[in-house]
């Protein structure tokens, strides 16, 4: 079976309906079964999206994929710059 992935909105949501179920006094493990996730999934996505709103969870994702992109892009400059630099110093 393959693993599911949440959107950010989905994760918050998902993170306000533990919050509520633990609030009326479920367990964690419990709120977590009823939500369909397993606990250490409820920890890493407080870790990560802990008081953030559906908004700001929006942007950070997209932060970090711009992120991503930008460093794909130094990297290859560097790689060119690296290797105009050594075919220069083969013709002199």
Not at 29 to 35: D, S
Not at 57 to 71: F, G, I, P, S, T
Request: proline share 1%; glycine share 6%.
């Amino acid at each position: 079976m393959g693993r599911q992935r949440f959107t950010p909105e989905q994760i918050i949501t998902k993170l306000r309906e533990v919050d509520v179920l633990v609030g009326r006094g479920a367990t964690a493990v419990e709120a977590c079964r009823q939500v369909g996730i397993a606990e250490q999934t409820l920890y890493r996505w407080r870790k990560e999206y802990g008081g953030l709103k559906v908004d700001q969870a929006r942007r950070m994702k997209d932060l970090e994929r711009e992120n991503v992109r930008l460093k794909k892009l130094v990297a290859d400059l560097a790689l060119d710059k690296a290797i105009l630099q050594e075919a220069s110093k083969l013709t002199f």
